[in-house]
């Protein structure tokens, strides 16, 4: 399940020009400060290298709350790009694999939970990749199992 029902204004405006300089959305942040395209770089960079949130915060020297939304636009325009452009591929052999993950809580520990928001419990990730010439993630799904 994407987490994109939020963001749908940003999902179309990053959808038609799958860049990260919010050109659409200029106009109701004209009060607010903005991150130039270098800066916002260095920040997914330090994402993809595997810091967390809190350390790339501190290394940007921005807040975490601009990490955590440029991260959510980020994956909003990659999963645009994915939805558009990764279609009809020539693959003669897939491989799939899963990931478990707990959201909050373990499964069978939700209902003791004092406080368990909607959707805790195990998580899958379901990934299917082309086998043999790329490593080039062709789709992803993420969704409870039965």
Same mark, same amino acid.
């Given at each position: 399940?994407?987490?994109?029902? +939020?963001?749908?204004?940003?999902?179309?405006?990053?959808?038609?020009?799958?860049v990260?300089?919010?050109?659409?959305?200029s106009s109701?942040?004209?009060g607010?400060n903005k991150? #130039?395209?270098?800066?916002?770089?260095?920040?997914?960079?330090m994402?993809?290298?595997?810091?967390?949130l809190? =350390?790339?915060?501190? %290394?940007? #020297?921005?807040?975490?709350?601009?990490?955590?939304?440029?991260l959510? #636009?980020?994956?909003c325009? =990659?999963?645009?790009?994915?939805? +558009?452009?990764?279609?009809? %591929?020539?693959? +003669?052999r897939?491989?799939?694999?899963?990931?478990?993950?707990?959201?909050?809580?373990?499964?069978?520990t939700?209902?003791e939970?004092?406080a368990? !928001?909607?959707g805790?419990?195990d998580?899958?990730?379901c990934?299917? %990749?082309h086998a043999?010439?790329? =490593?080039?993630?062709?789709? %992803?799904r993420?969704?409870?199992? !039965?």
């Amino acid at each position: 399940m994407y987490r994109r029902s +939020k963001h749908k204004a940003s999902i179309n405006s990053l959808s038609k020009h799958f860049v990260l300089t919010m050109r659409d959305r200029s106009s109701i942040m004209s009060g607010m400060n903005k991150l #130039d395209t270098k800066k916002r770089a260095q920040i997914l960079g330090m994402l993809v290298e595997g810091n967390s949130l809190r =350390a790339t915060s501190r %290394l940007a #020297d921005v807040s975490i709350n601009t990490v955590t939304k440029l991260l959510v #636009d980020a994956g909003c325009a =990659a999963a645009a790009y994915h939805d +558009k452009y990764v279609r009809n %591929l020539p693959c +003669k052999r897939i491989q799939c694999d899963e990931i478990w993950a707990f959201n909050y809580c373990k499964a069978k520990t939700v209902k003791e939970a004092k406080a368990a !928001p909607e959707g805790a419990g195990d998580i899958w990730t379901c990934a299917a %990749l082309h086998a043999l010439q790329t =490593a080039f993630q062709r789709s %992803l799904r993420i969704t409870p199992m !039965p």
